[in-house]
């Protein structure tokens, strides 16, 4: 497939590096040169070639969706920019890339932070605790600062439409249904780019309360008489709170959506959304009461929640289980009922003695025709 990503450039004669401008000019100057109403013939005798050369060449130069697939890989860019598939892989390319690097990024400086502490806690070294949770502040900032460019990236395309008018032969209504259709697409891509900005800050602000707890625990453990437990968890209790509230929005939007009408129904659709930032909150506090010394139940105890986590998915997949296998056994009993059933045993005796007509009757056709081939031949 051509991966050439600068014959079309050629066939309007511009630069790589023209503006949509400039290449919508240079269509317009060559349409009309090679348009067959007004190109000499004897002069251009493949004004017609030439004329959808051009014309081909801008609807993909024209487009800057197209333009950028084709300046990547050319027109096989191009054609799988045609099939949503093949738009996806182009358009997540590079962000799987950067993923790649990232996610390798902070499993490297996760390791290297378990390690320090590791050997903290052993007594191997020691550090002040600044230094054990440097490669943990570095994993924040590079969180930052990739969602950061991410946010840039996102604002800097908000404004990104397809500019293509067609061709110029068009009439004026199919230049308003192709505006109006360049107008929903933009305005459903924005949209789209909205929802992603917001997201991306949502994260950014995420990350504010969760370095202020990790700030909070590495001077906890250089001066246990700094602060208190209490004092170190309010960052992380912050953010638990607000995962919290947007769980119950998420699940009164359910709710509102679903069909459930008892009481109990409606209960547990709020309690499958909100019970994971719950328990995460209540065990939160009792090791925050554990560490003040507020309570002095083991540190088995103090993990129960942790427990009932397991005990939960534990349950499901048992639940879930059974259920398949349930299933199963009642797809099994409906094929072997049917299998035995009276009308299917009366129904296969008339097909076979239908086969065997149909048999006969082609056996006896065919007979019938080699005895009348030879009458029909002339005689000598």
Not at 19 to 26: L, P
Not at 27 to 42: F, K, M, Q, S
Not at 62 to 69: A, L, Q, T
Not at 317 to 336: D, K, T, V
């Given at each position: 497939?051509?991966?050439?990503?600068?014959?079309?450039?050629?066939?309007?004669?511009?630069?790589?590096?023209?503006?949509?401008?400039?290449?919508?000019?240079?269509?317009?100057?060559?349409?009309?040169?090679?348009?067959?109403?007004?190109?000499?013939?004897?002069?251009?005798?493949?004004h017609e070639n030439r004329f959808r050369e051009i014309a081909a060449?801008?609807?993909?130069?024209?487009?800057?969706?197209?333009?950028?697939?084709?300046?990547?890989?050319?027109?096989?860019?191009?054609?799988?920019?045609?099939?949503?598939?093949?738009?996806?892989?182009?358009?997540?390319?590079?962000?799987?890339?950067?993923?790649?690097?990232?996610f390798s990024a902070a499993i490297i400086l996760l390791i290297v932070?378990?390690?320090?502490?590791?050997?903290?806690?052993?007594?191997?070294?020691?550090?002040?605790?600044?230094?054990?949770?440097?490669?943990?502040?570095?994993?924040?900032?590079?969180?930052?600062?990739?969602?950061?460019?991410?946010?840039?990236?996102?604002?800097?395309?908000?404004?990104?439409?397809?500019?293509?008018?067609?061709?110029?032969?068009?009439?004026?209504?199919?230049?308003?249904?192709?505006?109006?259709?360049?107008?929903?697409?933009?305005?459903?891509?924005?949209?789209?780019?909205?929802?992603?900005?917001?997201?991306?800050?949502?994260?950014?602000?995420?990350?504010?309360?969760?370095?202020?707890?990790?700030?909070?625990?590495?001077?906890?453990?250089?001066d246990p008489t700094s602060l208190t437990a209490l004092k170190v968890?309010?960052?992380?209790?912050?953010?638990?709170?607000?995962?919290?509230?947007?769980?119950?929005?998420?699940?009164?939007?359910?709710?509102?959506?679903?069909?459930?009408?008892?009481?109990?129904?409606?209960?547990?659709?709020?309690?499958?959304?909100?019970?994971?930032?719950?328990?995460?909150?209540?065990?939160?506090?009792?090791?925050?009461?554990?560490?003040?010394?507020?309570?002095?139940?083991?540190?088995?105890?103090?993990?129960?929640?942790?427990?009932?986590?397991?005990?939960?998915?534990?349950?499901?997949?048992?639940?879930?289980?059974?259920?398949?296998?349930?299933?199963?056994?009642?797809?099994?009993?409906?094929?072997?009922?049917?299998?035995?059933?009276?009308?299917?045993?009366?129904?296969?005796?008339?097909?076979?003695?239908?086969?065997?007509?149909?048999?006969?009757?082609?056996?006896?056709?065919?007979?019938?025709?080699?005895?009348?081939?030879?009458?029909?031949?002339?005689?000598?």
């Open positions: 497939m051509d991966r050439n990503t600068v014959r079309l450039y050629t066939v309007l004669g511009v630069p790589k590096t023209s503006s949509q401008d400039e290449i919508k000019k240079a269509y317009r100057r060559l349409a009309l040169r090679y348009h067959p109403d007004r190109v000499n013939v004897a002069e251009v005798p493949d060449a801008y609807e993909i130069l024209g487009d800057p969706e197209k333009r950028r697939f084709y300046d990547r890989l050319g027109m096989m860019g191009v054609k799988m920019s045609d099939s949503d598939l093949g738009a996806q892989i182009l358009e997540f390319e590079s962000m799987i890339m950067w993923s790649f690097l990232f932070f378990l390690s320090f502490l590791v050997m903290r806690v052993d007594g191997k070294v020691d550090w002040n605790y600044n230094i054990v949770f440097t490669p943990l502040w570095t994993l924040d900032g590079l969180v930052l600062i990739t969602v950061s460019w991410a946010i840039v990236s996102l604002c800097a395309k908000a404004d990104t439409v397809d500019d293509n008018n067609g061709d110029i032969d068009d009439t004026e209504e199919d230049r308003e249904i192709r505006e109006r259709q360049r107008r929903d697409q933009a305005t459903g891509k924005r949209m789209m780019r909205v929802v992603q900005i917001a997201v991306l800050c949502a994260v950014l602000l995420f990350m504010v309360p969760i370095t202020v707890f990790e700030t909070f625990i590495a001077k906890k453990l250089n968890f309010i960052p992380y209790l912050v953010l638990e709170s607000c995962i919290l509230f947007i769980s119950y929005i998420i699940a009164l939007v359910t709710l509102m959506k679903s069909e459930a009408t008892s009481p109990l129904a409606k209960l547990a659709i709020i309690f499958a959304g909100t019970w994971s930032s719950k328990i995460r909150m209540a065990q939160a506090v009792l090791i925050m009461l554990r560490v003040d010394d507020k309570i002095t139940w083991s540190w088995f105890v103090v993990f129960t929640p942790l427990y009932l986590v397991g005990l939960k998915y534990f349950i499901e997949l048992i639940a879930g289980f059974i259920a398949s296998s349930r299933i199963e056994a009642e797809n099994n009993e409906e094929a072997a009922t049917e299998s035995n059933s009276p009308h299917v045993r009366a129904v296969s005796p008339t097909i076979r003695r239908i086969t065997e007509n149909a048999e006969t009757s082609s056996i006896s056709s065919t007979s019938s025709t080699r005895q009348l081939i030879p009458s029909a031949q002339p005689q000598s």
